[in-house]
């Protein structure tokens, strides 16, 4: 018993989750920008949803809430201050509320920067953190309503969470983000190993990425492969996590 945690891609390369509450049977989604695809895996489970949970406002991201909502009955989570654009938003959050799904906690960590209002949802005791498109595999998100100062408070944030820790982040971008990773740092074998272990897993990926099998996914990842791989949270100042956050923008 525990928390079971469903990979459903969706969109072009994201990554909608299905978190069971294996004891109750009660579920939770983050992050559906379309209904039916999730919709297919909470009847395939047959499990009754209680939370819509998003990370942030961006249509990708949330753009399936409202029907979701309807359909299930269920509240829409997202940060306070997105209480105005979140597509279908009726319950508000912030840093260190927590939530429960059956009987599966989580705490909120407010990480704005890629988005004003961006939260990560940690389930502690299951060992997973929901990053959205804050901190990715390889990678972390575009600063389009937040700076460099903001991005690496995030980074630090997210990475005090334990090691084991499973990062579930908001889309498939691992490859491409550790051929950044590794024209940052040539000499990072973590880097240069992680590498060629995504393009194995992604070598034979599905044309259509709602195709995609488990086995053609890289994440999660972990917050230790994180430290060990990430060139931003492995920057050592804010000058140079912005400096890297702006070259891999024209990368
Ligand atoms: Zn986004």
């Known amino acids: 018993m525990g928390l079971r945690i469903e990979r459903i891609p969706t969109w072009q390369d994201n990554y909608s989750y299905l978190l069971v509450c294996e004891a109750t049977g009660e579920a939770g989604v983050v ?13 395939e489970l047959d499990v009754k949803v209680t939370h819509v949970l998003s990370t942030h406002h961006h249509p990708d991201h949330s753009m399936a809430n409202p029907a979701l909502a309807e359909k299930y009955a269920a509240p829409v989570y997202g940060h306070i201050t997105d209480a105005d654009r979140l597509p279908g938003f009726s319950n508000g959050l912030e840093e260190g509320d927590t939530i429960q799904i059956g009987n599966e906690a989580a705490h909120i960590l407010f990480i704005p920067a890629h988005t004003k209002g961006h939260i990560a949802y940690v389930f502690d005791d299951a060992g997973a953190v929901f990053s959205g498109d804050t901190l990715f595999a390889g990678g972390c998100g575009r600063l389009f309503e937040g700076n460099p100062q903001m991005m690496f408070d995030a980074m630090a944030k997210l990475g005090a969470l334990p090691g084991e820790t499973r990062v579930f982040c908001g889309h498939e971008y691992t490859e491409s983000n550790l051929v950044f990773a590794a024209h940052v740092e040539p000499d990072n074998t973590a880097v240069a190993s992680a590498l060629e272990n995504a393009r194995k897993v992604r070598a034979n990926a599905a044309a259509d990425w709602h195709d995609a099998t488990p086995a053609e996914m890289t994440v999660p990842s972990t917050i230790a492969d994180e430290h060990a791989t990430n060139p931003f949270l492995r920057a050592g100042s804010v000058e140079e996590l912005g400096r890297r956050r702006a070259q891999k923008d024209s990368f």
């Open 31 to 43: 992050d559906a920008p379309e209904l039916d695809p999730v919709v297919k895996r909470i009847e």
